[in-house]
Nanobody, 124 residues
Framework: VQLQASGGGLVQAGGSLRLSCAAS????????MGWFRQAPGKEREFVAA????????LHADSVRGRFAISRDKLKNTVYLQMNSLKPEDTAVYYC??????????????????WGQGTKVTVSS
């Protein structure tokens, strides 16, 4: 499975963006897909994750209530709807997938496959 992220761009504070992550190939073995972000000079951090089959979701405290992860199994695509964007949301956003059960959805090492990243810039 290859992951292709898109939808990033420049937006003013308070605005919205929707990121997409398209998975090519079979997703039958996909367990969880997630979004992480990395700001300049900072470590990659968890944003949100969704279980591929059941649709259960997790969101980081910093984005809960503003961001929402979802997936379309027919399109093999995961989305991250981002509302009420803040300058501190500026980062490169990466989608990721894991095929393994038992790992923490919150940590990057639990994920097996990564997309190339899409840049989000929020101006104040």
């Amino acid at each position: 499975v290859q992951l292709q992220a898109s939808g990033g761009g420049l937006v003013q504070a308070g605005g919205s963006l929707r990121l997409s992550c398209a998975a090519s190939g079979s997703t039958l073995s996909t367990y969880v897909m997630g979004w992480f972000r990395q700001a300049p000079g900072k470590e990659r951090e968890f944003v949100a994750a969704i279980s591929w089959l059941a649709g259960s979701t997790l969101h980081a405290d910093s984005v809960r209530g503003r961001f929402a992860i979802s997936r379309d199994k027919l399109k093999n695509t995961v989305y991250l709807q981002m509302n009420s964007l803040k300058p501190e949301d500026t980062a490169v956003y990466y989608c990721a997938a894991t095929y393994r059960h038992g790992g923490s959805w919150y940590v990057a090492v639990s994920y097996d496959q990564w997309g190339q990243g899409t840049k989000v810039t929020v101006s104040s």
